[in-house]
């Protein structure tokens, strides 16, 4: 005779709190794993785009592409919400998250530039 198992989640507790918080938890273990296969080297060497040395890096604007994709997000103005959590993008090492529109101008030159 088969027992049928009940589904029992688990006492949800809320607690409030001061601190910054994240929405994307999985920033952590992306950028451990980009920065254990060597990623960041990989797209210094491989993309030279910008000519003025201010802003997010070709680095720095190629892998908040990346992760913001990996948040499931697929425009660039999605790229906005990455800029505005402080806390992923820290995480993330980004020091410069790139405005969306700083995003499309960047990728227009990287057609330019092929």
């Known amino acids: 005779m088969n027992k049928r198992r009940r589904i029992r989640p688990p006492k949800v507790e809320f607690e409030f709190t001061d601190l910054d918080l994240s929405a994307f938890g999985g920033a952590s273990v992306l950028a451990q794993t980009a920065r ?9 060497d491989a993309v030279s785009v910008k000519v003025r040395n201010r802003g997010a890096s070709d680095t720095e604007t190629l892998w908040a592409m990346i992760a913001s994709l990996a948040r499931g997000h697929g425009a660039l103005t999605d790229l906005d919400a990455l800029r505005a959590d402080h806390v992923a993008s820290t995480v993330l090492g980004l020091r410069k998250v790139p405005e969306a529109r700083r995003a499309g101008e960047w990728l227009g030159a990287c057609v330019r530039a092929t």
């Open 36 to 44: 254990r296969f060597g990623l960041f080297e990989l797209l210094d």
